[in-house]
């Protein structure tokens, strides 16, 4: 009888032994966790794991530079497994310092875990980096988020980096900082798809300047706003509108997500002078532009930014007969009085002719209707009253 209760309590014990894990995950190093902050103390942040089980990472890891903590209770965090030790499940979110073990680093290269770096020097080609006591090769094209030629931007620093060839138990290793820039680039890319749209205005930074148009940051994305969308007059010096730092506002032209082309327009944000081009040019009315283009076929004046008129090379030929057949009466620049002879609007043309200025017409309206009697009798103006 007393082996029995013997043996049921050991059964018991058993039961409850096992019951205690029960719901306990187990887990491999470098496994990655994504779970939530559950306290916070002096040295440690505690981690909530599956079941009653907690997870532990240093406190150091969640600070700034300058000591400050980054988190809080309640917010999402991925974090790697070391190992248990002493009863305690013990994850990092990199592996830096006295955890970067050959064995560590391996799990880091297979598991993908962020690895952090001192950038020792410049070498041949990139860089030496220092992990734990441990030395790894960075290219040039895996450091930053673009390319730069100053060696001291990253010379000196910590820096996050991820093994992308491990060989040799460790002794050739190579890592890089970009794909942590291109990952949060990617990131970034899926939340703005969601976000931005054809037809919408944003708000960005002109990054740089060239001559076909101006790369401009829009919420961390790079889009291009050609010349030829800054405003409705034609550009000459895009330099003198434009300048780099500037912020801008415009609509979203054209997104093409497959090619991250995002094509910006100023223009379209402005109206449409052609709304109203045949009320405000009414055929045969006199106005004054500024000749803008010449070609083989005519002068292109403009009326006003957006709209510019064409003067055909037939009214434009110098009619003295020691010209040259092919010189024009104008030049680039030249301010003329020129009158509408047509506005076509759907085909966006207007058709114009040299005129007299409102000076020249009131000085003839003078001189024509000028007295014939007396000393200052004028044949000429008499003559032409005639007919």
Known sequence: MKENNTKANDDDFASMYEKSFAGIATYKPGQMVETHILSISKDT??????????????REELTDKDGKLTVQ???????????????????TTRIAGDKAGPEMLEQAYQNQIPVEGLVEK???????????ETRAFCPHSQMGQKRSDNAADYVGKHLSFRITEYKENGRNILVSNRVFHEEARQVNKAALKEKLKENMIVKG????????????????????????????????D???????GQEIEASILKIDWSTDRITLSMKSLL?????????????????????????EFGAFVSLEPGLDGLIHISELRSSTKYSNSTDLTVKLGQVLSVQIVGVDRSNKRISLKPATTR?????????????????????????????
Do not use: C
Not at 45 to 58: A, T
Not at 122 to 132: D, M, P, R
Not at 272 to 287: L, T
């Open 45 to 58: 942040v505690f981690l909530q794991l599956s079941g009653k089980s907690e997870g532990i990472l240093e």
């Open 73 to 91: 209770v309640g917010d999402s965090i991925k974090a790697y497994f070391l190992q248990a030790k002493n009863g305690e499940m013990l994850f």
């Open 122 to 132: 410049e070498v041949k080609g990139g860089f030496e980096i220092k992990i734990g």
């Open 205 to 236: 930074v002109i990054l740089s300047i060239q001559d076909f148009g101006a790369f401009v940051d829009v919420e961390g994305v790079q889009a291009l706003l050609p010349v030829s969308e800054i405003g409705r007059s034609r550009v000459e």
């Open 238 to 244: 895009i330099r003198t509108l434009l300048s780099v």
């Open 271 to 295: 109206s449409d002078p052609w709304d109203k081009a045949v009320e405000k040019y009414p055929d045969g009315s006199k106005h004054t532009g500024k000749v803008v283009r010449l070609t």
């Open 359 to 387: 000076e020249e017409d009131e000085t003839s309206a003078k001189y024509m209707n000028a007295s014939t009697d007396g000393e200052t009798y004028n044949p000429f103006a008499a003559l032409m009253k005639k007919k």
